[in-house]
């Protein structure tokens, strides 16, 4: 059963920086990426990093991409699939709950990537694991 906890999420002021974590119990089936989602309640989904699991090539929505860094530990002894998400610096409109969530097969791996940065009900609907989320708060 995989299942992803993610950690690191805070109260933190502008300007400021946070490393969020995501660690996988198992890999995920194929392992083929894992991306970083934000949503408010009442709010659609957001896609904002995506990474292949395979080679490490990286997607970020657009706007985001000069302070958002999305990285995996591959090194030897590292824990399955634990991937990061970097957010320097901090703003508050980056007050959100952040996700981390791998899908089953990588057609969805390459659908998302181009989506990212788009508020859609439909935005990682594709993706089957998905952690409880890391809470973060930006204050002005």
């Known amino acids: 059963q995989v299942q992803l906890l993610e950690s690191g999420g805070g109260s933190v002021q502008t300007v400021g920086s946070l490393r969020l974590n995501c660690v996988a119990s198992?890999?995920?089936?194929?392992?083929?990426?894992m991306a970083w989602f934000r949503q408010v309640p009442g709010k659609e989904r957001e896609g904002v990093a995506l990474?292949?699991?395979?080679?490490?090539?990286?997607?970020?929505?657009?706007y985001l991409k000069d302070r958002f860094t999305i990285s995996q530990d591959n090194s030897k002894g590292a824990v399955n699939n634990t991937v990061y998400l970097e957010i320097d610096p901090l703003k508050p409109e980056d007050s959100d709950m952040y996700y981390c969530a791998a899908p089953t097969n990588a057609p969805d791996c390459l659908a998302t990537a181009k989506v990212l940065g788009v508020t859609d009900r439909k935005i990682g609907l594709g993706f089957r694991y998905w952690g409880q989320g890391t809470q973060v708060t930006v204050d002005s």
């Open positions: 198992v890999p995920p089936d194929g392992s083929y990426c």
């Open positions: 990474i292949h699991s395979v080679g490490g090539v990286r997607y970020y929505a657009d």
